[in-house]
Nanobody
Framework: QVQLVESGGGLVQAGGSLRLSCAASGRNLSTKGMGWFRQAPGKEREFVAAISWSGATTLYADSAKGRFTISRDNVKNTVYLQMNSLKPEDTAVYYC??????????????????WGQGTQVTVSS
């Protein structure tokens, strides 16, 4: 089993930045593909970014490209999402997820085995 705990969410003004963290326990993340998803009220969960086990390959939703950066520190067993130039439409609960036994990231939520509890990001206009 893998337990994922997100942190770093909060309230920020439009144009501001936040850095989300996803810390894993229970198993080493270093061989697993990881992803970030988000869900706004009344909307379906949507893909934000994903990263391969080594960090060499990343995927981004069009809405995240150029503003968000996913990274990982396998020594710390942690994945990050740096979010810059935030917009009110980025307001959502952000979830991290891990794939097992796959070491690549994916844009599809159903391909992830483990999920965190989420962290709220609110961007005010």
């Amino acid at each position: 089993q893998v337990q994922l705990v997100e942190s770093g969410g909060g309230l920020v003004q439009a144009g501001g930045s936040l850095r989300l963290s996803c810390a894993a326990s229970g198993r080493n993340l270093s061989t697993k593909g990881m992803g970030w998803f988000r869900q706004a009220p009344g909307k379906e969960r949507e893909f934000v970014a994903a990263i391969s086990w080594s960090g060499a390959t990343t995927l981004y939703a069009d809405s995240a490209k150029g503003r968000f950066t996913i990274s990982r520190d396998n020594v710390k067993n942690t994945v990050y999402l740096q979010m810059n130039s935030l917009k009110p439409e980025d307001t959502a609960v952000y979830y991290c997820a891990a794939r097992e036994p796959y070491n690549s990231g994916s844009a599809y939520a159903y391909q992830y085995n483990y999920w965190g509890q989420g962290t709220q990001v609110t961007v005010s206009s």
